[in-house]
């Protein structure tokens, strides 16, 4: 308990300075800010939430030569100046042009978001945006929490309190520290030490082995980082993808350097892999070393070594799996295309993401003899333990030799 207060202490302190920090430069925002609700003011669109409350039938329409599949809805509007007025309208399911994608049709009872548009006689349409599905995540992710604590128990807690740290580490430091304007780099490297430190305080406290897959783990994520920022620059890649593209056009208070999210994307991908392999060899090592007093530190390396040949395997495949199912949609967009293989892996957005996912499971790799070297040396004195003579009550004697 002392170690997670003590844990959720510092990261307090971490996210006061950085309100702070953020409060400097959001002032200096204030004018656009002003200016865009001036704007939002004049303008005849409202957005607001809605409930369906009754459903029609599910029918197309032709507009021009594009044939889109409605269904016609009657929704009730839950907040604003329009509050529990009821509007009939089309909800649009087809998603392309030729009707070959299609969205679930909504039932009464579905949370929608809405945009209401008032013309100059006052008369009101309403168009539905979305599905409110913010709920159902927050269940989910409540069943996720629920299912930590039954089976990891008091471990379990720890756990949550890890991950918990990590959201906001992400989303206050990282996410929050970029789009203001902050060095993409420096902001990663921030994010990974909150991270690795206070997780890993939470989970075992200070310890050599902590220390260890601590060291072990920023190793690891350092080495992927310089992997990608060699590779990116020697296969000039300027991160210009799609959502790149569309962030630019967006924002015009803040000059991205989309070369530099493409470091913090790689880094903040391979974290996680690295800190599970970093604390996998320490505590492997650390049950050898408590199990075999007198090992030495060249077979400790050599142990930990062996124990991540064995993780090696399965952690690259769980990177590079990750990476092929965020890129597959595209990739079959290429096929389609009639690209061949050479043509797909020349695309800058396949190159990006086939160097992340390389240099990622690179970082994975390189933990493994990081994290066995270190806990070696911080290891290499032997322990041997006397037997405790009979005449003796308490206390068990060591030699260090």
């Known amino acids: 308990m002392k170690k997670l207060m003590l844990c959720m202490a510092v990261f307090i302190l971490i996210m006061s300075f950085t309100a702070k920090i953020y409060a400097t430069t959001e002032d200096s925002s204030l004018l656009s800010e002003a200016e865009t609700q001036m704007q939002e003011e004049a303008s005849t669109q409202i957005d607001c939430e809605a409930i369906v409350v009754k459903v029609g039938d599910v029918k197309e329409i032709e507009t021009g030569s594009i044939t889109d599949t409605i269904q016609e809805v009657t929704i009730e509007i839950l907040d604003g100046a329009y509050e529990a007025e009821e509007f009939t309208t089309n909800y ?3 998603y392309d042009m030729e009707g070959k994608i299609k969205a679930y049709e ?30 159902y995540i927050f269940i989910m992710f ?21 991950l918990l740290i990590t959201i906001l580490a992400v989303y206050f430091v990282l996410i929050k520290g970029i789009y203001l304007g902050y060095d993409a780099v420096l902001m990663t490297i921030v994010t990974s030490a ?4 206070l997780t890993f305080i939470i989970i075992g406290g200070f310890s050599k082995k902590i220390l260890t897959a601590a060291l072990g783990t920023l190793g690891g994520v350092i080495s992927s980082g310089i992997v ?3 590779f990116s620059h020697l296969a000039k890649l300027s991160g210009g993808c799609e959502d790149a593209i569309q962030l630019s056009m967006n924002i015009n208070t803040v000059n991205f350097n989309f070369r530099d999210l493409i470091f913090a994307g790689i880094v903040i991908s391979a974290l996680g892999a690295c800190m599970d392999v970093g604390m996998s060899i320490a505590s492997s090592l650390d049950e050898i070393k ?8 060249k077979e400790l390396f050599k142990s930990g070594m062996n124990i991540g040949k064995d993780v090696i395997g399965t952690m690259t495949n769980t990177l590079i799996l990750a990476y092929v199912g965020g890129a597959l949609t595209l990739i079959l967009l290429f096929l389609a295309c009639d690209m061949g293989l050479t043509e797909i892996l020349n695309k800058e957005t396949i ?11 690179m970082g994975v790799v390189f933990t493994v003899p990081i994290t066995a070297i270190i806990y070696a040396i911080l290891n290499r004195r032997k322990t041997v333990y006397k037997t405790i003579s009979e005449n003796k009550v308490e206390g068990n004697r060591s030699l260090k030799l």
């Open 92 to 94: 649009v399911l087809s």
């Open 106 to 135: 909504l039932e009464v009872g579905d949370k929608v978001s809405v945009q209401l548009i008032e013309d100059e006689k006052g008369d009101v349409t309403a168009t539905v945006q979305n599905v409110i599905r913010d709920g």
């Open 142 to 162: 409540g069943l996720f929490l629920l299912s930590i604590l039954l089976i990891g128990g008091k471990q379990g807690i720890k756990a949550i309190v890890g």
């Open 194 to 197: 909150i991270i690795i430190v």
């Open 228 to 230: 990608a920022v060699i």
């Open 290 to 297: 408590n199990k075999t007093k007198d090992i030495s530190w």
């Open 351 to 361: 190159s990006e993401e086939i160097i992340s996912a390389i240099a990622g499971s």
